[in-house]
């Protein structure tokens, strides 16, 4: 496909514990990402959407798998060779306070990619760049001057945006960009991040366990369960027609907005614990949690395959 | 808000408050002003203690024996060696042409023997010599300043140059941890555990010891006493949001090492620094004190201690040489535990 930005194949990042065993952080992932494409990734803490975005951004070295972007390998580039492609791809944190230094200014900490990645940038163009994206996330230039601290949680965001954007990236990782703000604050910024995709090409990869974000912010959804996909398909179809268990479940537990109406449409709350990621379940990961699960379940691990159009599913039982 | 400034530099809030935690301590603050000044005057002992004079009018011209070399010829004597100002004959030469001299509160540099001693040097206490002299007639207050302003300046110079060593080094390790951390360790474990004076001592009887040879030697082991702490930090700091964050944006290792981490680690250096004079100065001193240290003839306190020690008869020796040795140490210390406690995060300021 000549529009497939990034590929990623079978996945996997396993963290070494002692004594042999080791944390299966994302197991066997698989996707693709078309250009101007957001991808949304749900899924309950510890499941692995962190992990999967660091190994993404190539930050985080892979157990096996391969990532492929624009056709190269990034996972087996040269350090020199893997910086001049992280012009292509950045990435804005869950925290927006936490990853601005506190000792720079804002005019510093934006101008900062700019410096690492095209050092051969003139003072004056930087600070023209730096000025122009600071305008586009809707702060005023006379910000540039001041700190982070400063600046609310909002606004420390927009400067993450701006940070990430200003070397003109293709794609836009975004671990849990708004989970923490207000929420009032929070639409603010997704809107600014539509706006910006729409009026710079960018493709999204966008992390949450909101599904009301994901589903304002995608185009696809992946749902992700210890590691592994439970379901991947277009935005519409699977939220409004989960097949998978783990997904019905997930989306009957978010709170509804008129609860008269939403409640008792779907399957029952989950129960229990996620499992171990250190030792996770035989066959399919979520059967010790699945109303459906049956004798297979424990035995064969469930391919993720196609259902529908636009839709695969990782379970011997769809709905 | 408010930006304070000391000597016309911006201070960030946070200096800001340690600066005033630091004032606050009046104990660490007054031993860094006397401990200032003391290393500001000694800086100029050439014009505190010499045996030449600062300024010499003869004839209607000026001269300034302590920067320039005067043949005693200059002043119609007989010689065509450098004038000695302090013999009767050149001054008389001087001074009954109508010209005059004037000499530094001491008139003794730390080499200067005093040949009139009314008794067997160690002269004790006088007029002439107020501290008395050691056994080879010198007198001991020009040896006094001349020692502490070398200390101090050896100090100075080890603390610098193993900081720097110390930070790097601290810096790699914690930043990029894993194996070259766990050889690194194990290097500095077996490094740290060789006997450093009996080294420095077998080392100094190979090479006749300078000041530099002895920086150098003494450089070898003091690298370590920064390492732990700097590392420390890298391993904490090379976790935080931000410098995640710079690596996602493609910064360069280097760069965040020293852009984003190091600012972390300064305050540990900081901390620690008036405490690694302190050993320095120590180690200088009893290397002197044993004989292994600067070559013989320099002004050292150490030499004097072993004075002290050598003549139980002359007290005076070993009194001044530790009282000097005890106050410099004590004031470094002070100042050591008030910068450590204003740069203390617990510590709210009032």
Known sequence: MSDQLLAVRHLRVLFPLKGGQSVHAVDDVSFGLRDRESLGIVGESGCGKSTLARAVMNLQALTSGQIIWRGVFIDTLKRRELRDRRREF?????????????????????????????????????????????????????????????????????????????????????????SALDVSVQAQILNLLKELQESCDLSLIFISHDLSVVRHMSDRVMVLYLGKIMELGDRDRLLNNPRHPYTRALINSAPAPDPNKERDRLAPLLE???????????????????????????????????????????????? | MSRERILGLRLTPMTHRRWRNFRANRRGFWSLWIFLTLFIVTLFAEFIANDKPILAHYQNSFYMPVFVAYAETEFGGEFETEADYRDPFVRDLIVD?????????????????????PVPAPAPPSAENWLGTDDQGRDVVARLIYGFRISVLFGLTLTLFSSVIGVAAGAVQGYFGGWLDLLFQRFIEIWSGLPILFLLIILASVVEPNFWWLLGLMLLFSWMGLVGVVRAEFLRARNLDYVKAARALGVSNGKIMAKHVLPNAMVATLTFLPFILNGSITTLTSLDFLGFGLPPGSPSLGELLAQGKANLQAPWLGISGFMVLALMLSLLIFIGEAVRDAFDPRKAAE
């Not at chain 1, 023209?128 to 702060?139: A, K, Y």
């Not at chain 1, 250190?278 to 993720?304: M, Q, W, Y």
């Not at chain 2, 004037?102 to 001693?117: A, E, F």
């Open chain 1, 90 to 178: 950045q990435m804005i944190f869950q925290d927006p306070l936490a990853s601005l230094d506190p000792r720079m200014t804002v005019a510093k900490l934006v101008a900062e990619p700019l410096r690492a990645l095209r050092p051969n940038l003139r003072t004056e163009e930087v600070r023209s760049m730096v000025n122009s994206i600071i305008d586009r996330v809707g702060l005023d230039v006379s910000a540039l001057d001041r700190y982070p601290h400063e600046f609310s949680g909002g606004q420390c965001q927009r400067i993450s945006i701006a940070r990430a954007l200003v070397v003109e990236p293709k794609l836009l990782v975004c671990d849990e960009p708004v």
């Open chain 1, 272 to 319: 229990g614990e996620v499992p171990s990621p250190i030792n996770p379940p035989s066959g399919c990961v979520f059967r010790t949690r699945c109303p459906k699960a049956a004798e297979r379940c424990a035995k064969d691990v469930p391919d993720l395959r196609p259902i529908g159009p636009g839709q695969n599913v990782a379970c011997h039982f769809p709905e």
């Open chain 2, 97 to 117: 042409s109508g010209g005059w001299l004037l000499w530094p509160p001491v008139r003794y540099s730390y080499g200067t023997i005093n040949y009139n001693l």
